[in-house]
């Protein structure tokens, strides 16, 4: 028994040796709230700490990264969404108590749910057709959240009966809205495996993850437009350091709350490992640097493979970006009107582009990004058109698009930022020295 009782005691050493420790600062800094995180390394522990801040809809204006042997230290400075210090203590202790604990992201109470996850050919008009084959086979939408980009689109749908409020479990009913959905995805095109719809299996990863999962293994990286390739919002550079043995990745694009979620979480599920990065934002720019080895630790190897991590993070910041106006829509939930509303959004020319769906208490809360058929700002008057149709009280517009380019942030200025940036690293990299903690400017 006494050896029993060591053993406990040893075992709570280590998980207290092992478990991240937090310190929220908010003297150091006049303009942020500094969050450091002092951890062992491990594969997705610094992705767990970016999700937890950003599921709060925090902006994160500076970060520093830094390994020390098998240790790790993360400081972040970061604002509310209205660029203020953090200064509501259930905030804070959460933050602390979240990073302490083992934690699975933003979820859904997944109880009494039953979640689909779809990719398949965007085309105008989709979502509509979608929603309407749920209502007409008697399925209440929950929560979903649906991405698109690079002409497909993924998406993670809760259900439940509309009749009885129950989850939806049996096989036939499953295939049978399976193979409903499938039809829509593939709309008319003749590959057949251009669709794939399945019941959701692993319930417990972060919604967001799982969509940019989704979306890479569709990849959706290879299938540029020629819009995309006319005017790039994200420069993306990787060199390797051979004398350190680190491949340096560089993103430079247009700042944006859970900019650098999804920069990481990409690089994390494509096995690589961040040991050193740096993350600055100015104005409405955000530079990213990581210091990234497999996880065997070597570099990257080659030339393909060096495209291959170009293309897949600029897909990841893209796929969010804001492209259209926001629109939220409040109302009290019913059967069916996912399906009204965006038929008339079809009916009406209007294309979405990204959206959240959420009930709850009765009452559905629904973010659509719209753009007009051919994927600009579409007209203000079409607009409030719609918003007439569905009613103003319940449909407001919430954001103007903010990454249409300014005309001094073509594609040669996003390059010679870039170069320069680039150029600044490589200077900054012979005289490499990690600060933890720096002064805030």
Not at 14 to 33: E, K, L, Q, Y
Not at 164 to 183: A, F, M, V
Not at 272 to 289: K, P
Request: net charge negative.
């Amino acid at each position: 028994m006494a050896m029993k009782g060591y053993l406990d005691e040893y075992e709570k050493l280590v998980i207290r040796m092992n478990t991240p420790r937090v310190v929220i600062d908010n003297g150091v800094c006049s303009s942020a709230t500094i969050v450091k995180v002092d951890s062992p390394r491990g594969h997705g522990i610094l992705l767990e700490a970016v999700q937890i801040l950003t599921d709060l809809n925090l902006s994160i204006k500076k970060a520093y990264i830094s390994s020390d042997g098998r240790w790790n230290m993360d400081v972040f400075h970061v604002t509310d969404i209205n660029g203020n210090k953090l200064n509501d203590q259930s905030v804070l202790k959460y933050i602390e108590q979240s990073i302490e604990t083992v934690y699975y992201g933003e979820s859904i109470e997944v109880n009494g749910l039953t979640a689909l996850e779809l990719t398949g050919t965007d085309r105008i008009g989709l979502l509509s057709e979608m929603f309407a084959v749920l209502s007409d086979l008697n399925c209440d939408v929950v929560d979903a959240k649906l991405w698109t980009h690079n002409g497909r689109v993924a998406s993670m749908i809760y259900l439940k009966d509309c009749s009885s409020g129950s989850p939806i479990l049996d096989s036939h009913r499953i295939s049978k809205i399976e193979g409903r959905l499938k039809n829509v995805l593939n709309g008319d095109s003749d590959v057949k495996s251009a669709a794939k719809t399945c019941v959701s299996v692993d319930m417990m990863t972060h919604i967001e993850r799982r969509l940019h999962q989704l979306m890479f293994e569709d990849r959706d990286y290879e299938k540029r437009s020629k819009k995309q390739e006319r005017s790039p919002m994200v420069v993306v550079t990787v060199q390797n350091w051979a004398e350190r043995g680190y491949s340096v990745v560089n993103v430079h694009c247009r700042d944006r709350t859970k900019l650098l979620f999804d920069v990481v979480c990409t690089l994390t599920d494509m096995e690589y490992a961040v040991f050193h990065a740096t993350i600055n934002t100015s104005e409405d720019q955000a530079h990213l640097e990581f210091y990234i080895r497999h996880k065997d630790g070597s570099p990257i190897s080659s030339e393909a493979e060096r495209q291959r991590v170009i293309q897949c993070l600029e897909a990841a910041v893209e796929r969010r970006a804001s492209e259209g106006v926001r629109l939220e829509l409040r109302h009290p939930d019913k059967q069916g009107l996912l399906a009204e509303v965006t038929r008339t959004f079809r009916e009406n020319g209007l294309n979405v582009t990204r959206t959240e769906i959420s009930t709850s208490c009765g009452m559905a809360t629904n973010i659509f990004y719209v753009t007009d058929a051919n994927g600009d700002e579409a007209d203000s008057k079409l607009i409030e058109s719609v918003r007439e149709k569905i009613g103003f009280e319940c449909l407001r517009v919430k954001e103007m698009p903010s990454v249409n380019q300014r005309k001094g942030d073509g594609e040669e200025h996003q390059q010679t930022k870039a170069v320069l940036v680039s150029l600044g690293s490589l200077v900054w990299r012979n005289l490499f020295s990690f600060g933890l903690v720096k002064s805030c400017s």
